[in-house]
């Protein structure tokens, strides 16, 4: 079904070749004089087609390439087309020409909702990274609020030491955000309380 004619997809409009078509159906008019009989069904030039030309090879030595006139036909008119046959033929190519927009359509729903997935997942990621960053200074003045102080003290300093060693890390970006980490920090504020007021402990 796919190698029955050759669409092509430009500026967003699916086209097929004047001539491949006229070919296919089996047309015995020649295709210039078919064409312009099939304009007189109101097809409108760069709306419904456009006129195209291509070389080909001739049997002449002296001449050896010519230019022959083809239109590149829209998906709706070329169904017209076949529609206008009124034979067996014509109507088998239309609905291969349906079931093509078909696949088109369907093609395009999946790569949009493929989009969309991919989307809403990266908008997922950046709000969990700007709640991590917030959590991540909100852990630190957390610290600073159960200690009674507005600024870095060398007992913070030994908190935050503690913190990041039993949580096997090196800085608050690498802590997994996951955990229960608010525990974690009582659980050191009260051992370091109870061990020499917040003294660093070795």
């Known amino acids: ?67 022959i006139t083809d239109h590149a036909i829209t998906i709706d008119m070329a169904k017209e087309l076949c529609m206008l046959q009124r034979n067996a033929k014509g109507k088998f190519t239309r609905q291969y020409f349906i079931k093509m927009e078909k696949v088109s359509k369907e093609l395009v729903t999946y790569h949009e909702t493929k989009l969309k997935e991919i989307t809403d997942r990266l908008d997922r990621t950046e709000k969990l990274i700007g709640l991590r960053t917030r959590t991540k200074f909100n852990y630190g003045r957390y610290i600073k609020n159960k200690m009674g102080i507005n600024r870095a003290t060398k007992d913070y300093d030994n908190v935050k030491m503690v913190l990041f060693a039993e949580l096997g890390v090196n800085m608050w970006e690498q802590i997994d955000y996951s955990l229960d980490v608010i525990a974690k920090i009582d659980e050191i504020l009260e051992t370091l309380k109870l061990d020499n007021q917040l003294s660093y402990i070795k």
């Open 1 to 67: 079904m796919y190698e029955l004619l050759n669409i092509e997809v430009k500026d967003g409009k699916q086209l097929v070749s004047g001539r491949e078509l006229h070919e296919y159906l089996e047309i015995k008019t020649p295709y210039k004089q078919w064409f312009e009989r099939m304009l007189e069904y109101g097809f409108v030039e760069h709306q419904d087609f456009e006129l195209v030309t291509q070389k080909c090879l001739t049997n002449n030595p002296k001449n050896p390439w010519t230019e």
